[in-house]
């Protein structure tokens, strides 16, 4: 149990797919979660996340074979951060998914 995240939402656009040394694969994605819920005076409030995920191996080869911009998936993995320097020097700050599981879900 410990991190670890389960998400099922829908692909925001098609998976970016890279091919590494040795004949690894790498797929990045996101997907965007729905939250609906309603204040006290009943007006509808939808809340869209997106979350960055990044997939490698046999799960890279099936994000790859199956997953288009707009499916509906599911996905299990772990939480990571990291940080980089852009081309300005500054230093920016990622979170994001990394999947050992995909579950097609949606058409």
Not at 8 to 34: D, Y
Not at 36 to 56: C, I, L
């Amino acid at each position: 149990m410990k991190n670890s995240v389960q998400l099922i939402g829908h692909v925001g656009q098609e998976p970016e797919i890279k091919n590494l040394e040795g004949g690894k694969k790498l797929a990045n994605i996101s997907i965007a979660t729905n939250e609906v819920y309603y204040r006290e005076n009943g007006d509808k409030v939808e809340q869209t996340q997106w979350h960055r995920v990044t997939a490698w191996g046999k799960t890279a080869e099936i994000i790859e074979r199956f997953v288009t911009k707009g499916k509906e998936i599911g996905i299990e993995g772990k939480l990571t951060h990291r940080s980089y320097d852009d081309k300005d020097g500054i230093k920016r700050y990622v979170t994001e998914v990394v999947a050992n599981e995909i579950l097609l879900i949606g058409k």
